[in-house]
């Protein structure tokens, strides 16, 4: 019952107040099955980016923390090749940092954090820690590349040559993204690591 009522509040503050570059909902009436998407931030190699991710959320949230993985395949030395993160957040204590004041808004930001500023003393993917720490610039070459491989929308509904949209075509073009990624959520991704 304490799950169901402070999901609630917690949908309710994503839905009204969510953080910049996060959009959050459940699935179906699901209450415990969340999807949220993560824009990639601006200035890293995941600009332009639409990340989303599967929240599972356990029966003794908020005691337990919620089990959050990438559904769009992301080139980070803290997310491995099936989407699992490597956060403190993400764990209770004494290997992590979990805490009931915590919720599921303040977790997607600090996933958010974590993608503009990677941790690769605390990597998940030993070979693209390496890279980010001796060879970034290949690190960023080959993170961009995934990110437009993966994660930026293929728009084809506006025409090119019409530089001025008219409000309802951003509105349907809107609507064809996140109608492509909720599709895109619900397939899990097929492509695997090279």
């Not at 001796?134 to 990110?147: D, G, I, S, V």
């Not at 728009?155 to 019409?162: D, I």
Request: glycine share 6%.
């Amino acid at each position: 019952m304490q799950r169901a009522s402070r999901l609630k509040r917690e949908l309710q503050m994503l839905s009204t107040e969510p953080p910049p570059g996060i959009t959050c909902w459940q699935t179906e009436e699901r209450i415990d099955d969340l999807r949220a998407q993560i824009v990639g931030g601006s200035g890293t190699p995941y600009e332009g980016g639409l990340f989303s991710l599967e929240i599972k959320v356990p029966e003794r949230y908020p005691f337990e923390p919620p089990k959050i993985r990438f559904l769009t395949p992301i080139y980070h030395p803290n997310i491995d090749n099936s989407g699992r993160i490597c956060h403190d957040a993400l764990k209770l204590p004494p290997k992590g940092a979990w805490k009931p004041s915590l919720n599921i808004s303040t977790v997607l930001s600090s996933i958010h954090l974590l993608m503009a500023e990677p941790n690769p003393d605390d990597p998940l993917m030993a070979d693209i820690s390496s890279e980010f720490k001796y060879n970034k610039q290949l690190f960023m070459e080959k993170a961009r590349k995934w990110t437009q491989e993966h994660a930026v929308q293929k728009n084809t509904g506006v025409m090119e040559g019409n530089k001025e949209n008219t409000p309802d075509q951003k509105a349907s073009s809107r609507k064809r993204e996140a109608l492509s990624a909720q599709q895109e959520a619900e397939e899990p991704a097929k492509k695997t690591c090279l």
